[in-house]
């Protein structure tokens, strides 16, 4: 529950002016709606993004999807489900063997979450509001400093070579003798396929008899794909040439591990964006790395069947031999573990940091989902499908998209196809369905006006004459009924 019984509180900003898009450099080809967040609930912040916001900082914007230039879905990926593929599996065997032997390869990967860019949002211009609406009490951040627990399965490789019904011995038959007498006599395709077919039915009977009698699972230990966890601590001898260890802390100015790392987290940051997107040290500054990275409007909540760690912002630091080398921004909500933003040094990139990064997110959902079952989904932020750079999101699987319409979840395997034709795409391809949180009744939208809650109804007769009707009903129904019904948009 939210800590204090806090409600969340918002100032709506529309979105008529169109901004620099981060993805195709277009001038003013961005458009998207925003809010500025003074404080903000976990699950008003899960049912806000699964209606495609996303926040930066304090800003909570949304895309106007039929109309800027490079359409955003929100992508989630089922971390329960998740298999690596063989690009996720070398490059966790690429850092093991660096971690083990020191070994750093030479060419340099931009994947993963290298290239999300940081200017992709429309805040040029916005500025944070001169004072809170409402004093909010904040309680006591929980003192966090753990690194995530990752179960090692031995399993065998499946490496198994030809039966040996299969191999026949090389002989040469002697002359005169015609065939080699050491092969079996030639039969019919059509007898070899019968006797195929009756030996799987037979087969088949039999499994059936021994399941009933003893039950047992359908595959042997040996036979199952090797985990996530068994990937990233394989190969890693108990004394490696180089020691990693991963760090969350919650975002707080309170908890001592966040401001002892505060000021080396801010210079990779600044190294990062300088290095890797060419920002001048003026863009990336400390007060830039303060308020993109470290102001969060998430309240730090817990609740009896949440993860251990509660939920609210964190920085899940990797610490390589005693020096911070990366840092994932993490969102952790009641359904998911949101991906906000990741940022790590330059000298490391041929190891594919960014997909590194990401598993160990995947590998840390599954690890709170043990703890909170409903917590099962990892949010990597938006999937840009007109951006190739941006796509690599898509690897990630199974994973769906979020239809911009009806607000539906899509497997990204029928997205594609859509998203072929068109950048911007009704992903659900019911075309009865609708948005079932949809706007229904203005009224009933709570608004904060002078330190008062109230519904809209009696805030419109209080400010007779008032002509923000078009502007309550715009937010309104962006956010949906639900959300409408709970957060506070502030009136001045």
């Known amino acids: 529950m939210a800590a204090g019984g806090s409600l969340s509180i918002v100032e709506y900003f529309g979105g008529d002016d169109g901004y620099r ?46 109309k800027t230039c490079c359409p955003q879905y929100t992508i989630r990926c089922h971390a329960l489900n998740f298999h690596p593929s063989k690009t996720h599996k070398k490059t966790l065997k690429k850092v093991n063997r660096f971690l083990s032997k020191g070994e750093m390869p030479v ?86 396929r019968k006797e195929r077919r009756l030996q799987k039915e037979q087969q088949k009977q039999q499994e059936a008899v021994s399941s009933s009698v003893n039950p047992a699972p359908s595959k042997s230990a040996s036979n199952q794909p090797k985990s996530l966890e068994g990937f990233i601590t394989e190969s890693l001898p108990s004394d490696p040439l180089h020691r990693l260890e991963v760090r969350l802390v919650p975002v707080s ?32 500054g400390e007060s830039q790395f303060k308020r ?52 790590y040094h330059p000298d490391f990139s041929s190891l594919s940091l960014g997909t590194y990064s990401a598993l160990r997110e995947i590998a840390f959902t599954r690890q709170l989902q043990q703890q909170s079952p409903k917590l099962s989904y990892y949010y990597l932020g938006f999937y840009v499908h007109s951006c190739p750079k941006m796509r690599y999101k898509g690897q990630y699987r199974p994973s769906d998209l979020l239809c911009p319409e009806t607000y539906t979840w899509v497997p990204i395997e029928r997205c594609i196809p859509r998203l072929d034709i068109s950048a911007y795409s009704r992903l659900n391809e019911n075309a009865q369905a609708g948005d079932a949180r949809a706007l229904k009744e203005l009224s009933r939208v709570l608004v904060l006006h002078r330190r008062t809650v109230m519904p809209y109804a009696a805030y419109a007769r209080k400010r007779k004459g008032s002509n923000d009707e078009k502007e309550v009903e715009q937010y309104a129904s962006l956010v949906g009924q639900t959300c409408a019904e709970r957060i506070l948009l502030y009136r001045a």
Request: hydrophobic letters at 25%.
């Open 292 to 343: 993109f990275l470290c102001d969060s409007p998430l309240e730090a909540e817990t609740a009896p069947d949440g993860p251990d760690v509660g939920y609210g912002s964190f920085h899940q630091q990797y610490w390589l031999d005693g020096t911070i080398v990366a840092v994932g921004v993490l969102d952790i909500l009641p359904s998911c573990v949101s991906s906000v933003y990741l940022y």
């Open 253 to 284: 100015f309170e908890d001592p591990d966040f401001l002892a790392s505060y000021e080396e987290s801010a210079a990779l940051y600044a190294r990062y964006q300088m290095t890797v997107h060419g920002d001048a040290p003026y863009e990336c």
């Open 107 to 192: 060419e340099k990967h931009d994947e993963g979450h290298e290239g999300e860019p940081m200017d992709s949002v429309h805040e040029e211009g916005v500025q944070p509001p001169p004072q809170d609406p409402l004093k909010i009490d904040h309680s006591e951040v929980q003192d966090i400093s753990t690194s995530p627990d990752t179960d090692t399965t031995n399993s065998a490789a499946p490496t198994s070579p030809r039966d040996d019904a299969e191999k026949t011995t090389n002989v040469t038959p002697k002359p005169g003798k015609g065939a080699d007498p050491n092969r079996p006599l030639c039969r019919k395709a059509k007898d070899l």
């Open 21 to 66: 898009c981060g993805y195709c450099k277009h001038e003013n080809g961005n458009f998207s709606h925003g809010m500025w967040s003074h404080t903000m609930t976990v699950q008003d912040y899960q049912d806000l993004i699964d209606r495609g916001w996303r926040r930066s900082g304090k800003y909570v914007y949304k895309p106007i999807m039929n």
